[in-house]
């Protein structure tokens, strides 16, 4: 069985995380954290950061 993810080769891993947490769902989850606590989820600063660290 092959699942289409949208998640491309040779992209930034900090990227390929975002999309994969995308196709989850689970960046709905970390808005919803957000707009209940009102303190950010960090998940911007994690992207970059490991855009950073392991480029593509």
Known sequence: MK???NV??????GDAVADLT????LDKVAQ???NL???DCGCQSR???LNR???G
Do not use: I, M, N, R
């Open 22 to 25: 995308q196709v989850t769902g």
């Open 32 to 34: 919803l954290y957000t």
């Open 47 to 49: 992207q970059e950061k």
């Open 37 to 39: 606590t009102g303190k």
């Open 53 to 55: 660290l392991f480029s």
């Open 3 to 5: 699942v289409k993810t």
């Open 8 to 13: 491309k080769a040779g992209k930034p891993l």
